[in-house]
């Protein structure tokens, strides 16, 4: 299994940044993937998960309406779209592989970092006023 993360940079507060993770080794739908951040001196934090292709997400409270999560299973890729970019949002982001899920199970019960094994090596996002 490998997950590949990019798409981050410098960018501006105010602005927006796609970041993609590009999966190889697994190809069912049914795996939970999720995309973390560690900012610096503080521990990794959930951003936001997804089971599928469709509806079934979960965003931290304090993205939400700002990030978006989504998946093109014929790529493999799972993309997370943040907008309205604040200083606060500098991290480093990891995308992660967690379990596979019943489509029936809502992703949230599962959108914590005890439940992924698998971790990409991480983009850098910096944003600046």
């Known amino acids: 299994v490998q997950l590949q993360a990019s798409g981050g940079g410098p960018v501006q507060t105010g602005g927006s940044v796609r970041l993609s993770c590009a999966g190889s080794?697994?190809?069912?739908?049914?795996?939970?993937i999720g995309w973390f951040r560690q900012a610096p001196g503080k521990e990794r934090e959930v951003v936001s998960c997804?089971?599928?292709?469709?509806?079934?997400?979960y965003y931290a409270d304090s993205l939400k309406g700002r990030v978006t999560i989504s998946r093109d299973s014929a790529k493999n890729t799972v993309y997370l779209q943040m907008n309205s970019l604040e200083v606060e949002d500098t991290a480093v982001y990891y995308c992660?592989?967690?379990?596979?899920?019943?489509?029936?199970?809502?992703?949230?019960?599962?959108?914590?970092?005890?439940?992924?094994?698998?971790w990409g090596q991480g983009t850098q996002v910096t944003v600046s006023s």
């Open positions: 997804i089971r599928g292709s469709g509806g079934n997400t």
């Open positions: 992660a592989l967690g379990p596979v899920i019943a489509a029936s199970y809502r992703v949230r019960h599962y959108c914590r970092r005890d439940e992924f094994d698998y």
């Open positions: 080794g697994f190809t069912s739908d049914g795996y939970v």
